[in-house]
């Protein structure tokens, strides 16, 4: 079945520095990938659409130049999270969208903590 | 404003040594106190977390001790490994659970 991987699963990091999430599909491509946040007892909520070699799409509130998404192949996107502060702290969770169809796979998540 | 200091900056020892990382600092109005591992290009690892109420966690080879009233938390590695070689960073979260002080770090080295 269709797989999707995130590394790191989950990452502690000092206020300030920047954070880099990757999501991948293993065994088969995606052109779109997305990417949503959960703090805790909350839903998902979606942060962008992330397009192979174009520029993502963000939500309304989601600050493009903080949270910084890269598509670079069919298989691979990265967020980073730019000089995060412990409010950034919650999980991130990617999903990949299969070529020519409406399936999404979702990753397992990466849990931030900034401190 | 907090401060923290660790010392030594570095410390090199021969595997099977028992040895003691230290961490000082200023402002006793504390919240926790944490001690992290971190290995070149990597995240941080948490390894003990001592509450504000407490004087000592336990993990396996590793203790840490937190005196309040003297500004002093110590990391107590027992019988080192090679595999423990990295740098070590205590991190103190003030009494409000705000933004943590962290120290510059003890960067150890076990050799076989």
């Known amino acids: 079945g269709a797989v999707v991987s995130q590394h790191p699963s989950r990452v502690i990091c000092k206020s300030g520095t920047s954070v880099k999430i990757e999501c991948r599909s293993l065994?088969?491509?995606?052109?779109?990938m997305f990417w949503y946040r959960q703090f805790p007892k909350q839903s998902l909520m979606l942060m962008a659409t992330?397009?192979?070699?174009?520029?993502?799409?963000?939500e309304q509130g989601v600050e493009k130049d903080k949270f910084l998404i890269n598509h670079a192949s069919l298989t691979l996107s990265t967020l980073t999270v730019t000089s995060a502060h412990p409010e950034d702290s919650s999980f991130y969770i990617c999903?990949?969208?299969?070529?020519?169809?409406?399936?999404?796979?979702f990753g397992p998540g990466t849990r931030l903590l900034v401190l | 404003k907090q401060e923290v200091t660790q010392i030594p900056a570095a410390l090199s020892v021969p595997e099977g040594e028992n040895l003691v990382l230290n961490c000082s600092f200023t402002?006793?109005?504390?919240?926790?106190l944490q001690w992290f591992r971190q290995d070149p290009g990597k995240g941080l690892t948490s390894l003990l977390l001592?509450?504000?109420?407490?004087r000592e966690q336990t993990s396996g080879r590793l203790n840490a001790s937190l005196d309040k009233s003297s500004g002093r938390s110590t990391l107590y590695i027992a019988a080192s490994q090679p595999g423990d070689s990295a740098t070590y960073l205590c991190?103190?979260?003030?009494?409000?659970?705000?933004?943590?002080?962290f120290g510059d770090g003890t960067t150890l080295t076990v050799k076989p």
């Open positions: 065994d088969f491509q995606a052109t779109t």
């Open positions: 001592i509450q504000s109420s407490q």
């Open positions: 999903s990949a969208r299969v070529v020519g169809t409406e399936t999404q796979y």
């Open positions: 991190a103190v979260k003030p009494w409000d659970a705000g933004k943590s002080t």
């Open positions: 992330s397009n192979e070699g174009s520029k993502a799409t963000y």
């Open positions: 402002d006793s109005a504390i919240y926790n």
